[in-house]
């Protein structure tokens, strides 16, 4: 079993925190059919990365999901995270 020190649960949190944020960022997408493919999309992502445990993985992760919901959701303000 990996020892999960505490950048892991630090970097968990903000994995959490950005999912959190582009749920209510994608409420301005005028279309629910598109919203919600957004949402669906973002959670697969979510789910097919939780097994990751290497912490430059994860970091290198959020970084890239960060520029993809800025690309997605432009009027997104991802500057407090």
């Known amino acids: ?16 925190h950005l999912y959190r944020h582009a749920i209510r960022a994608s409420k301005y997408i005028p279309d629910p059919r598109a919203r919600s493919e957004t949402i669906a999309w973002f959670r697969s992502e979510i789910e097919r990365n939780k097994w990751l445990t290497d912490v430059a993985v994860i970091e290198e992760n959020i ?19």
């Open 63 to 81: 970084t890239m999901a960060r520029r993809e919901i800025r690309q997605i959701l432009p009027t997104s303000q991802l500057q407090a995270l």
């Open 1 to 16: 079993m990996p020892d999960f020190g505490l950048k892991y649960f630090i970097l968990q949190q903000r994995v959490i």
